[in-house]
Nanobody, 121 residues
Framework: VQLQASGGGLVQAGGSLSLSCAASANIYGFDRCGWYRQAPGNDRELVASLSRSTTTFYATSVKGRFTISRDNAKSMMYLQMNSLNPGDTATYFC????????????????WGPGTLVTVSS
């Protein structure tokens, strides 16, 4: 299954953005899904994740500002980002682990191009 992240853009500090992640196939189950981000010169960082049991994880830097969610019927995943600051500037990537479609089980989805978020001060 291929993933396409969208919704990035340029926003002023204090603003909000909502990222979306669309899958190329209907997702019938997964072990974990979420969002990573990577700023230039930095390693990829796990920002938020959602487990099959609906347990959520948020990086300390985004806790209380970001919210991860899914629409099971549409096989869509979202990341609502509020109170953005320049430190949130990065390319954001979505992922699934242990994802099940009608034709395959994928241990981890390949990285797509991501969506760029730029927060100006």
């Amino acid at each position: 299954v291929q993933l396409q992240a969208s919704g990035g853009g340029l926003v002023q500090a204090g603003g909000s953005l909502s990222l979306s992640c669309a899958a190329s196939a209907n997702i019938y189950g997964f072990d974990r899904c979420g969002w990573y981000r990577q700023a230039p010169g930095n390693d990829r960082e796990l920002v938020a994740s959602l487990s099959r049991s609906t347990t959520t994880f948020y990086a300390t830097s985004v806790k209380g500002r970001f919210t991860i969610s899914r629409d099971n019927a549409k096989s869509m995943m979202y990341l609502q980002m509020n109170s953005l600051n320049p430190g949130d500037t990065a390319t954001y990537f979505c992922f699934y682990e242990g994802v099940r479609t009608s034709s395959a089980i994928t241990s981890k989805t390949p990285w797509g191009p991501g969506t760029l978020v730029t927060v100006s001060s």
